[in-house]
């Protein structure tokens, strides 16, 4: 371990794993004896100096590593998008996450997460993950009792980034499911569905629920250094996409913080064509959350026959489009043919432009050098056919 490293564990708020912490209390007993019965002049230690000398200690003896951990993630995104340890710890380090706190009033408060209360909800902004393209934003709801077999939302919702609000979101409370290797709904937590009797996950073991927010733009760098403003106005319940006065808790939640992100991504220059689909895969950036791939794909439409209401031919122009973006392979050959969370696509730059692009946000978190080979659907017309399960890949190379 570099002394940056040692530096950046010391400047950190960290929980010393058990094994580190008594290593290092026999290390300053160590200390302590070999101290015992010498004159010298008493020295005052602050808790940071004491861990460095715990820290060095640890390491000059050399039988332990010492690993910095992760903060509280939330359980959407650890659970819901499979986000590992290791993951976790390298988006901490690159600065794609942050942890909102209130603003520290004076040197000696104590920094907590933003958190409201209204009519006995709390609303805990959790954390953001923003790159170019996209950003998830998470939010911990505690105190509302919900109704069996009922979805939970807000009635009103206000997002703006640096007080705009030109970009694509969704939001949603987290149901505990998440897309398996066959394109099926599971349970996170590995158990089986049971469909006669089945219930989404909403609130967790503790009472707590968890409302996940995402945001998309094509313009690259976007969100990167912006404030974001989210407010939520009264909570309740949904029936059929109709917000449900039911079980609802009035009342306002707000919350300010500054996206800071990463820019960090695997960038690829390509010129792969997809069969004889005239589609050329020109351009793929690729990070841990989302993917963007650059098609040459020139506009064209296509004829078809259909009958109207009135049980009339009419002539019907569909637009052709390319093979879509479904997924990867991993160089350890694991495939994620399902990966499509959201996003945007089309003739972003305009139909003239013969650009065809595609943001993907990915439905789970991604180890962006582990992808070997990008994923386009064949048989696009015959999609939920046998045939369905058919891929053109593109090898990426870094």
Known sequence: MSERDIIKILQSDIALPQAVQDRADEVFEQIRSKSAGKRRRKAHFSKKKLLMLAVAAVLALGSIT????????SKSLTEGMGATAEQQAQLEQEGAVVFPMQEQAQEDTVIMPQSQTCNGVTVTAVQS???????????????????????????????????????????????????GADGMS??????????EEFCPRYVRDDGSMEYWLTLVHDEKGYFLGKDVHVEFENLGIVEKAEYLSDNEVQGKWSFDWNLQGTDSMYEYTLEESLGDTGAVVMRAEISPITIHVEYQ????????????????????????????????????????????????????????????????VN??????????YLLFLK?????????????????VNR
């Open 379 to 395: 048989n696009v017309d015959e999609y939920l056919t046998e045939e369905y399960e058919e891929y053109y890949e593109v090898p």
């Open 297 to 360: 794909f020139p506009y064209q439409t296509r004829t078809a026959q259909a009958i109207d209401e009135n049980g009339n031919p009419v002539t019907l122009h569909k637009r052709v489009i390319p093979p879509p973006f479904v997924g990867v392979r991993l160089k350890d050959g694991t495939v994620y043919t399902h990966l499509r969370g959201g996003g945007m696509e089309g003739y972003l730059q305009g139909t003239s432009s013969g650009v065809y692009e595609v943001i993907n």
């Open 186 to 195: 599971e349970y996170a937590d590995g158990s089986p569905i049971n469909y």
């Open 66 to 73: 010492v690993y910095a951990a992760c903060r509280n993630w």
């Open 129 to 179: 993950i923003t790159d170019n393209y996209a950003a998830h934003l998470v939010f911990k709801v505690e105190g509302y009792e919900l109704p069996e077999d009922t979805q939970p939302d807000f009635e009103n919702l206000i997002v703006t980034v640096d007080g705009n609000r030109d970009y694509n979101w969704s939001g949603s409370f987290y149901d505990g499911l998440v897309t």
């Open 363 to 372: 439905e789970r978190i991604i180890t962006p050098e582990q992808v070997e």
